[in-house]
Each structure stands twice: as C-alpha cells, then as structure tokens.
C-alpha cells in the first residue's frame, strides 16, 4: 500500500543541494569577518522559556503579540518557546555563565529562527540568521566597528549596492517626552491609520513609526520626530558614531523613522537595505540595546549588535552569480570488472589521504555510463580501475576537461596506486593552481 506524501511546514524551507555551495560561500566569508573583528562563536538552544523573549522583546511588538511558536512542555507544564530571534537567548547565556566577569566580549551566533508571519519572498516561518553581540561596550565605537565589519562583508560576498539606514532612539527619558507629543498627534489622525497601529497609539506608539502601511507611513511623515528630542549626551552618541563613519568613507543616510522590531533597542540603530529583493529589502538589521540585561535579572550593562537575515542575502548572492561553477569534486573513481571495487575504494582513500575532493562510482555500470557521470560530476580527472589495473596496483587517469595540447593526463595514462595521489595533486596545481589554493580552507560549514 502506497502512503500518502508528507510536505515540509508552510514558510519552513528544504536547503537543496544546488544552493549548498552559495550558503557555505557566505558562511565562510562571514566567518571570517567576524573573526577577524575578534567575535567567537556562540551557540543557544533553539528553545527557550517563553519569559526570555516575553520579558525581553517587549509585550507589544510584532513578534511576541502574535509570531511566536509558543507551546506547553506536556511533560512538566512549562511554557517553552521556539526563539524568534537570538539576542535575548545570548543575553540570558551571558548573564547565566557570567560572561563578562573578565571583561567585554565579542560573539556571533548562526542558526534559526521562528516567526509565524505570513510566508512570501524574502519572508519565512523558519529563516536563519548570523549576527553577532557585542557585550559590555558602552562608547558609540562597537556601532562603527560592526558597521565596518558588515561593509567588508557586503564587499566580499560581492552583494552590489546596499544602503546603510541610521536612526538613534536616544534614551528612556527622551523617548518618553516625545512618546507623549507622538500619542497626542497620533490621536488626532487615528482615522489615518491601520488598525494595528490605532491599537497601539497608547500602548506603543514607537512601534507604529515601523509600519508598513503606506497609509499610516504618509501620515507620520508629519509626526514629531525622536530626534528634536534628544539632549547632549544623545546627541553626542550619535554624532560621534556618524563622524567615524565619514573617516571611514561608509556611506549613510538618516532615516527618523527607522525603530527596530523589538522594544529593547536604545541609541544607535541601523539597517542595510537593497532595492533588488522585492518588498523584503532589508537585509540586516542592527543597534544598541543598553536595558536588555537587566530586563534579563542580569546587571546593568552595554550592548550592541546586528543580524543578517541569510536567505536574502543568498538570494541576492544568487543574483549575483556569485558561487556558481564551483567543481563538486577533482576526481570521479570508475571500476569495471569483478573483483574491481575494492581496488577502486582502495585508490579514492589514497586520494583523499592526499586532500583531494573524491567521487567513487557507488553501483555497477557500463564503462560508458561511468564517463558520463564522471563528466556531470564537474570533477577535473577520471581514475578508472578496471581488471588489469587492479591486478597490478595500477589506475588509469584521465583528464576530464584538457586544457591545451600538452595538459596533463590528456592522454590516459597508467599511475601506480602508491604514486596516484601525488601525481594528481601535481597535475591539479598545474593545471589552475589557485583553485586548489582556495579550496583548502573550505572547513567552515562543520563549525556552525
Ligand atoms: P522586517 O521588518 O522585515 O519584519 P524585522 O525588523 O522583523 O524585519 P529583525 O528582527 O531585525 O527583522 O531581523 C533581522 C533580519 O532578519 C531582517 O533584516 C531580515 O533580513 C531577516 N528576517 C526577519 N524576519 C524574517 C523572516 N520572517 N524571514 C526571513 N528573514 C527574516
Ligand atoms: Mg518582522
């Protein structure tokens, strides 16, 4: 009896191995970005209890009203909560092993993340994020810093243009004068606005600058602005962030609108926006979130920190054809006859003892089928084992793809199993030395 098929969750995504190469691209340049700005790996579980994010989200956002995947532990009763995001969990890690006991740290965290939000490009029930924490930094420097690492990055992975959006959200008692002339102005124009927003013209009204809605959007436009609110300290913070920027020629450009999605957000905020990816332009979000550890029960401490929404930027990767072409192996192991697989399992060892990327042909078939997987493979050689090779320790190699008349392995050729690996690795660094080169560190996706 046959079964009926079972299909993934709606807005949770298969990764298939056609975009592998392009997602391992991008987490090996990030990576190394962020190593290079001194950040170490964290890594927190994917659930979490839900005050983490209750607590540190705030109750009036997007996320924790209706996005979260919230579900009771039958086994004890707890409330547990697939994390929306990733901030709040490395901030209970932090203060939970104490982090910070010798000082500030650097972190960055890959992984994924949980919104039921409503699935469309760009937009996803199960997406994933890398970002990165700075904790313990109170100067206005750790916001240019990541800003110069994320430039970098954008540069590496050749994204094409991406505009950096700059706000700054001033501190409590700021926010707190402009939120009272914000709920008289948006009480006045409640019929402008979407019903979301006319909910939380008193509860939140900070959250209603992020709407979406090209109605409420017009009428803010004309709405106070946080910045006429802040004093000098603020201001100072903000100026100094924008002063290294220009030193640094980053491109920039103020937008009073821009508030994060999460309540615990103050002083700096910044997102990276690109025009090529429909409606869900940006890319990576990012700022200062002074008050989260000690909404946390932790004490009180500075922060900063930003995250890359992965699938976009792969998606504008994609775009860009960056990753494509990458050979999936150098060398397809062919065997035809009885008694050849072992003596061609025996060769693929050797060869990848020597560090080569090797396809060994896994069933029995004609020679000529053999070739043309082989050549599918993307693979630069074919070592075919058949029974005179095998009886005497021998291969025979074949280029694939010859470059001139005198390449080698243009003509097949007999290497003893013992010589194989050498020979081959010979011929690879002469035949384009810089891709073996590349290749080598190649070892990044296995620490995430
Ligand atoms: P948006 O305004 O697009 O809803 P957000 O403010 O909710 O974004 P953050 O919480 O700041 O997003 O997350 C950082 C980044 O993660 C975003 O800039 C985006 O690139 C990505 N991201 C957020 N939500 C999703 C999602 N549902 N699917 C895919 N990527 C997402
Ligand atoms: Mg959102």
């Known amino acids: 009896m046959s079964h009926?098929?079972?299909?993934?969750?709606?807005?949770?995504?298969?990764?298939?191995?056609?975009?592998?190469?392009?997602?391992?691209?991008?987490?090996?340049?990030?990576?190394?970005?962020?190593?290079?700005?001194?950040?170490?790996?964290?890594?927190?579980?994917?659930?979490e209890a839900?005050?983490?994010?209750?607590?540190?989200?705030?109750?009036?956002?997007?996320?924790?009203?209706?996005?979260?995947?919230?579900?009771?532990?039958?086994?004890?009763?707890?409330?547990?909560?697939?994390?929306?995001?990733?901030?709040?969990?490395?901030?209970?890690?932090?203060?939970?092993?104490?982090?910070?006991?010798?000082?500030p740290c650097r972190l960055w965290y890959y992984g994924p993340m949980f919104r039921h939000e409503r699935p469309q490009r760009g937009r996803y029930r199960e997406f994933f994020q890398m970002g990165a924490e700075a904790l313990g930094f109170a100067g206005p420097e750790?916001?240019?810093?990541?800003?110069?690492?994320?430039?970098?990055?954008?540069?590496?992975?050749?994204?094409?243009?991406?505009?950096?959006?700059?706000?700054?959200?001033?501190?409590?008692?700021?926010?707190?004068?402009?939120?009272?002339?914000?709920?008289?102005?948006?009480?006045t124009h409640r019929a402008e606005l979407d019903a979301d927003a006319q909910r939380r013209v008193e509860t939140n009204p900070l959250r209603i600058l992020d709407s979406k809605h090209?109605?409420?959007?017009a009428c803010l436009m004309r709405a106070p602005r946080l910045l006429?609110?802040?004093?000098?300290?603020?201001?100072?913070?903000?100026?100094?962030?924008?002063?290294?920027?220009?030193?640094e020629g980053v491109a920039f450009e103020i937008n009073p609108r821009l508030v994060r999605g999460l309540d615990y957000y103050n002083l700096t905020v910044f997102e990276w926006v690109t025009d090529r990816l429909g409606a869900q332009g940006t890319i990576c979000g990012g700022g200062?979130?002074?008050?989260?550890?000690?909404?946390?029960?932790?004490?009180?401490?500075?922060?900063?920190?930003?995250?890359?929404?992965?699938?976009?930027?792969?998606?504008?990767?994609?775009?860009?054809?960056?990753?494509?072409?990458?050979?999936?192996?150098?060398?397809?192991?062919?065997?035809q006859g009885a008694g050849t697989y072992e003596a061609a399992l025996r060769a693929a060892e050797r060869l990848r003892d020597a560090g080569?990327?090797?396809?060994?042909?896994?069933d029995e078939a004609s020679l000529k089928s053999q070739m043309k997987k082989a050549d599918a493979s993307g693979a630069e050689f074919?070592?075919?084992?058949?029974?005179?090779?095998?009886?005497?320790?021998?291969?025979?190699?074949?280029?694939?793809?010859?470059?001139?008349?005198?390449?080698?392995?243009?003509?097949?050729?007999?290497?003893?199993?013992?010589?194989?690996?050498q020979r081959l690795v010979e011929a690879l660094c002469a035949q384009d030395g810089v891709r073996v080169q590349e290749d080598a560190p190649a070892q990044a996706p296995s620490e995430i």
């Open 356 to 362: 080569l990327d090797v396809i060994l042909h896994a």
């Open 50 to 103: 839900t005050a983490v994010f209750r607590r540190g989200l705030g109750e009036v956002t997007d996320i924790v009203e209706r996005e979260m995947y919230t579900f009771v532990d039958a086994l004890n009763g707890d409330s547990l909560t697939l994390r929306p995001e990733n901030t709040a969990g490395v901030v209970r890690a932090a203060i939970e092993h104490s982090l910070l006991h010798d000082g």
């Open 214 to 217: 090209p109605g409420t959007q």
């Open 142 to 187: 750790i916001e240019v810093e990541q800003i110069l690492l994320l430039q970098r990055l954008w540069k590496v992975l050749e994204l094409g243009p991406v505009r950096l959006q700059l706000n700054t959200l001033g501190q409590t008692a700021e926010r707190l004068r402009h939120r009272q002339d914000l709920i008289a102005f948006l009480q």
């Open 4 to 47: 009926p098929k079972i299909n993934a969750v709606r807005g949770m995504n298969d990764l298939l191995p056609s975009s592998a190469a392009v997602l391992e691209r991008f987490q090996r340049l990030a990576i190394d970005a962020l190593r290079s700005y001194g950040y170490r790996q964290i890594r927190t579980p994917i659930v």
């Open 382 to 421: 074919a070592v075919i084992v058949g029974v005179e090779e095998a009886a005497a320790s021998t291969a025979s190699v074949k280029a694939l793809r010859p470059g001139g008349e005198d390449g080698p392995f243009r003509r097949q050729e007999r290497v003893s199993v013992e010589e194989l690996g």
């Open 228 to 247: 006429d609110y802040l004093e000098g300290q603020s201001l100072a913070h903000f100026e100094r962030v924008q002063q290294l920027l220009g030193q």
């Open 288 to 335: 200062r979130y002074d008050g989260l550890f000690e909404l946390l029960g932790g004490r009180p401490t500075p922060a900063c920190g930003f995250s890359i929404g992965v699938e976009r930027v792969i998606e504008l990767m994609d775009g860009a054809g960056a990753g494509q072409g990458e050979a999936a192996c150098d060398v397809y192991v062919l065997h």
